[in-house]
């Protein structure tokens, strides 16, 4: 039997907006896990995302932040990736959810690339810039704890997945 299928839902700063069919990994209140196959290959930055990756996607309504823990087959780490974004809503058939620019690349070797910030508009509210900027300093404190903690996440959850 298939996991339920979730709608994720991306809304941009300017009111754009993207949707993803994705597998329900996991859910309870105010957090999610979906499962997303990369349509095809991607390259972001220096990593080099092969067409059906495993992107893990984690969201919580309370955190500041989203997560796409990106794998491969064996469930090894390829990169971590952190979207900066609030009003984070979660049902039973969507994950809704706006992105403020920036994000943040980790890599297996520790390295934490912020990416995007010179994306933010210059008529940012000062509060929603503080916010912004917050969000992305406590993102790049200690990237390999953060790498650890991905992973452990994401295997734990293949550990108890069954096809």
Not at 84 to 96: A, G, H, M, Q
């Amino acid at each position: 039997m298939s996991d339920p299928v979730v709608t994720e839902i991306k809304t941009k700063l300017s009111g754009e907006r993207k949707e993803f069919k994705c597998e329900l990994l996991r859910a309870s209140t105010g957090e999610a896990v979906v499962i997303y196959r990369m349509p095809h290959d991607v390259q972001l930055e220096d990593v080099f995302l092969p067409k059906d990756t495993v992107s893990i996607g984690y969201f919580w309504e309370q955190k500041a932040f989203n997560a796409y823990h990106w794998i491969d087959d064996k469930q090894d780490t390829l990169a971590l990736y952190f979207n900066v974004c609030d009003n984070t809503r979660i049902s039973d058939k969507l994950i809704e959810w706006r992105d403020l620019v920036v994000d943040v690349l980790m890599t297996p070797d520790g390295l934490c690339r912020v990416l995007d910030e010179h994306e933010l508009p210059d008529n940012l509210e000062e509060e929603l810039r503080h916010y912004i900027n917050t969000s992305r300093d406590d993102l790049c404190r200690d990237p390999l704890s953060r790498l650890a903690e991905f992973d452990n996440l994401s295997r734990a959850l293949f550990s108890h997945r069954t096809n």
